[in-house]
């Protein structure tokens, strides 16, 4: 193993992601996917790998001579990744995938007289429209029924349907086909129904998904909760569709010259007098309610900055975002004011409408609504929201400009979860004294002050734990030994 290799092992992220190996040519030979990337691609390179895999895996190991990562935002996010990956650069070691089992994607061919869609997992240059893949065979396979009802397109085989096809065919009676099948409609005017469909299932008409969260919101007014529940599953799906869809999206690597494009681009989109060389970003990372958190990433010339960046516990609200954000953003912008600091050129907001007017509002508070321009971006369709009267801004995704927000915004996510996900750990640590007999609150903070963690208090001797106040020698013998039972994981 190389030097450079070797570094690079030594300083993987513990997050979800996929990992890109090449031999000595620069060539990419294998593409693969993690959960943990520190956890995964160390594991390659443990001597007993080396020992024990099989040849294909030792053959692969000793061809490693670099190493690229792409750091996700989810485990789903992941698998779209690799798959996409695996797609591009046909890796000769990736054998299990290039027999093209890949995840389901819808296809509609647009040559047909009367098109439908299909599901299918080999996406073809055929001429017609593949909208996926999706790592959830569920959410494709509601969303498909939901597109077919919702804008009356035919789900029969037939390449040009006619009244024989309907024979016994019940669609248009309990799935509301439009029946051309019958001439009930025009070929033109089901050309127009079938492009409304796909305009949909590319993410261009979310009022789409709000109509049906209206209509679950009704049925369960009117105490039809069987309807209600399967609008609410209906709903989670479309939500669940647009949102993979857009992080499916890969964006290049972001050069300086790129990012100077874009920070042009952004001052002439939002009316700024010029580029926004300093923008701060703000995201919110919440577990049903709980360790409530807040994370600040900043670009400088639009590349990140991390000496810059900042976390905040969220103390007022649990489960509210828009009220959190106003919280940091106030704590923030209260502590630059008064410390006559320099305040950004944009404030980037992570949500939509209610975040970005909730953060417009506590600057009006503070006398600085005219100072410092205010933007979201929205995560399910990538609008930018201004809240100010002018609509939201849909930019093409491979925009310079765009582009900026979009990493800002999917750094100060990937910061403010790792932020929450260590608070949570922690507290479940601390939990396991409050199953320790003879341990109450009081004693709980005694020995975490004193030891700093739980790791090291499993770790002291028991000499040391019954130094403190209040425990006796067989107290901390016993903590000992359920702490040493339980704790395996570090800090």
């Known amino acids: 193993m190389n030097e450079r290799l070797r570094e690079k092992l030594k300083h993987l992220p513990e997050k979800p992601g996929c990992y890109l190996y090449r031999d000595r040519a620069g060539t990419i030979i294998y593409v693969g996917k993690a959960v943990n990337l520190r956890r995964r691609v160390q594991s390659y390179f443990r001597a007993s790998t080396l020992r024990t895999a099989p040849p294909k895996l030792r053959s692969l190991v000793h061809h490693v001579e670099d190493l690229e990562i792409r750091v996700v935002r989810s485990e789903a996010e992941a698998l779209l990744t690799e798959s996409h990956l695996i797609k591009t650069y046909r890796p000769r070691f990736n054998i299990l995938l290039r027999d093209d089992k890949r995840y389901l994607s ?3 061919d647009p040559n047909l007289p009367f098109p439908r869609l299909t599901t299918c997992r080999i996406v073809r240059k055929d001429g017609a429209l593949y909208f996926g893949p999706f790592p959830s065979s569920t959410v494709v396979r509601m969303a498909l029924d939901f ?4 804008f009356g397109l035919r789900k029969c085989p037939a390449r040009t349907p006619s009244p024989e096809d309907h024979t016994h065919c019940l669609d248009d009676i309990v799935r509301f086909c439009s029946a051309p099948c019958l001439g009930r409609i025009s070929q033109a005017d089901y050309r127009a129904r079938f492009d409304e469909a796909c305009a949909f299932l590319r993410g261009e008409r979310p009022a789409l998904i709000d109509e049906v969260r209206e209509q ?6 009117r105490q039809d909760y069987e309807r ?5 599953d209906t709903w989670l799906a479309l939500k669940e569709l647009t949102r993979e869809r857009a992080k499916a999206r890969l964006i290049p690597a972001l050069k300086r010259p790129t990012a100077q494009e874009g920070l042009a681009a952004l001052a002439q989109l939002l009316g700024l007098s010029a580029p926004p060389r300093v923008i701060e970003c703000f995201d919110i990372s919440h577990l049903m309610g709980t360790h409530t958190v807040a994370s600040m990433v900043v670009a400088c010339d639009g590349m990140p900055d991390k000496r810059r960046y900042r976390r905040f516990h969220v103390r007022t ?4 975002d828009p009220m959190a954000m106003a919280e940091v ?4 912008y209260t502590r630059l004011r008064d410390e006559h600091a320099p305040y950004p050129d944009l404030i980037l907001c992570d949500g939509a409408q209610l975040q970005v007017r909730a953060t417009r509002e506590v600057l009006r508070e503070l006398g600085l609504f005219d100072q410092i321009p205010v933007a979201g971006l929205n995560e399910h369709y990538e609008e930018i929201v201004l809240d100010d009267g002018r609509p939201n801004l849909v930019l093409p995704h491979d925009s310079p400009a765009l582009q900026i927000l979009i990493r800002l915004r999917d750094e100060a996510h990937r910061f403010a979860i790792t932020f929450n996900r260590t608070l949570r750990l922690r507290a479940l640590k601390e939990s396991i004294l ?8 009081t004693r709980k903070r005694q020995l975490l002050s004193a030891f700093g963690s739980v790791r090291r208090l499993a770790a002291a001797p028991e000499a040391d734990i019954a130094a403190q106040p209040g425990i006796s020698a067989d107290l901390a013998r016993a903590i000992k030994q359920a702490l040493q039972a339980r704790v395996k994981d570090p800090d």
């Open 106 to 108: 819808l296809r509609a």
């Open 147 to 150: 597109t077919e009802r919702r």
């Open 216 to 221: 679950m919101e009704a049925a369960a007014e």
């Open 228 to 232: 209600a529940a399967r609008l609410r």
């Open 317 to 320: 609200v649990t489960n509210n």
């Open 329 to 332: 953003i106030r704590r923030r």
């Open 434 to 441: 409050d199953e320790l007999p003879g341990i109450g609150p």
